[in-house]
């Protein structure tokens, strides 16, 4: 493979018919969720086996609130550690259990908490803007938690005459910062998989299929961003899609978020956005979850996500805070 010349076929997702039946292990883990009580939330970046049983799909400021009113005995997440970790933040008084306990995420890795807090205490002051896609200690040093699909929102209801540090990931928080017009200490911290989209293998993309729009998640650079027709969570992607009149978009996301797409928009074909090297972009991290650990998951009642409760309480407060603030 030549990556000067990004010789591969893109990645076309045409339209759907049917869903295929469940398989007999899908059928053993709705069972065993029944007996277990539990409830089986889902990220959109799951694979799409996962996605079918799963009792809510979404992004992380939906799942958020799913797990926040859930009232299963068992929450069974199906994302990355910090997705359960939320879960077990807002609803501890539930089981929380994660297919993977190794399915991390480096965006998370980006900011470890000691790092944080020195930077705090060396800078007082500072109104801390975390995303929620970092651990729970770093969630407790935060004022307020935001997500992809709520950013924007949240930080416009942040007095002005406050200093913002927003972390950890600098892509979404420039964005952020353009949407807004606030200007913001920004955490030197990345996706791995979202900084993987060039300009050069969107543009070539989009000129094999000139009439796709692109829309693009916010993780990705501000090059990229700006080659999109539309930049917004994954949640809202499903709207864009939707009401879009093009009859073919080209996704720039992490590649599960097709599969929910197709089931949801089955008439519409999708490209998956390329990198320079390959024709699609699959998290590891994500992909780590698979059904035969989601059974066995079920069936163990692990890995379960314990944590210190003064830590937990400390989380809770900016996350609430995100929440509530949302829904002004």
């Not at 908490?113 to 407790?140: H, M």
């Not at 969107?202 to 990705?220: L, Q, W």
Request: proline share 6%; glycine share 4%.
């Amino acid at each position: 493979m030549a990556i000067g010349t990004l010789n591969y076929e893109p990645q076309v997702f045409n339209p759907v018919q049917e869903a295929a039946p469940l398989t007999p292990l899908q059928e053993e883990i709705l069972e065993l969720k029944r007996q277990r009580n539990a409830v089986i939330l889902a990220h959109n970046y799951q694979i799409e086996p996962i996605q079918r049983i799963a009792d809510y799909l979404g992004d992380s400021l939906g799942l958020a609130y799913e797990a926040a009113n859930a009232d299963a005995d068992v929450i069974l997440f199906c994302g990355v550690h910090f997705m359960a970790e939320t879960a077990k933040i807002v609803n501890p008084q539930r089981t929380v259990i994660l297919p993977d306990a190794e399915a991390g995420c480096s965006l998370s890795d980006s900011c470890p908490p000691e790092k944080l807090k020195a930077y705090q205490d060396a800078n007082p002051g500072l109104y801390t803007v975390a995303y929620i896609n970092c651990s729970a200690a770093v969630k407790a040093l935060a004022d307020v938690i935001v997500t992809s699909g709520n950013a924007v929102k949240i930080v416009e209801q942040i007095p002005e005459d406050r200093e913002i540090l927003f972390v950890p990931d600098q892509n979404l928080g420039a964005w952020v910062s353009r949407q807004t017009g606030r200007k913001m200490r920004l955490w030197p911290g990345s996706c791995y998989a979202h900084v993987l989209f060039t300009t050069r293998a969107i543009e070539k993309v989009r000129g094999e299929f000139p009439d796709a729009p692109v829309v693009a998640h916010p993780e990705c650079t501000q090059a990229v961003r700006d080659l999109a027709d539309e930049v917004c969570s994954t949640e809202k992607m499903v709207q864009f899609c939707k009401n879009t009149p093009a009859e073919r978009i080209i996704v720039v996301t992490e590649t599960g978020m097709i599969h929910r797409l197709q089931r949801e928009i089955p008439h519409k074909t999708f490209i998956a956005g390329p990198t320079d090297t390959c024709a699609c972009n699959n998290c590891r991290y994500m992909k780590m979850n698979t059904l035969e650990k989601v059974r066995d998951a079920l069936l163990k009642l692990e890995p379960s996500i314990e944590m210190d409760e003064d830590l937990r309480q400390r989380a809770e407060l900016p996350i609430r805070r995100m929440l509530e603030w949302s829904k002004r």
